[in-house]
């Protein structure tokens, strides 16, 4: 990927690190993502080497994508947030760690669902070859993330 990653992953990962230590405000938190929107969409472009009509076709798909992918990543910091408050209060049970997981799951499925929805959408307007590379980048992108927020995340005990 093109030089525009590290910062990307700086800034995603800035983001994480708050759900066990002292909050950041909200004002603070939506300029972070805002920043992180806006590189990721340059690295994106950096990346798909689209030409004007597969440009038209294309963003208008990655903007609806980024919108509904918002939704599960609110869940996503929902259910961090829920798991950080009850580990920090010591109120981890058995019950709550259900709810939890059964949370988790369903957002993982509904991140497959949405990937399999914008791979037939954007099959429609683009080579195979392109749907793939979009979808790599996305995958690429979120398993940064996801490493990061797992290894900032404490073991249930």
């Not at 909200?26 to 969409?41: C, E, G, P, S």
């Not at 981890?92 to 997981?101: F, G, N």
Request: a negative charge.
């Amino acid at each position: 990927m093109k030089r525009l990653l590290p910062s990307l992953l700086c800034l995603i990962f800035a983001g994480s690190a708050p759900l066990w230590a002292a909050g950041t405000s909200d004002t603070n938190l939506q300029i972070l993502l805002d920043k992180v929107h806006a590189d990721k969409k340059l690295l994106v472009a950096a990346n798909m080497d689209l030409d004007d009509a597969q440009g038209k076709a294309f963003w208008p798909l990655y903007d609806e994508y980024q919108n509904e992918l918002q939704a599960i990543n609110k869940r996503t910091m929902a259910v961090i947030g829920s798991y950080a408050d009850a580990w920090n209060a010591d109120t981890v049970t058995d019950d709550k760690a259900k709810s939890l997981l059964d949370e988790a799951l369903a957002i993982e499925e509904a991140q497959v669902a949405l990937r399999k929805k914008y791979a037939d959408k954007l099959s429609g307007v683009l080579p195979a070859m392109l749907v793939a590379r979009y979808l790599q980048i996305e995958n690429k992108i979120r398993a940064a993330v996801s490493f990061e927020l797992a290894e900032g995340i404490p073991l249930v005990e």
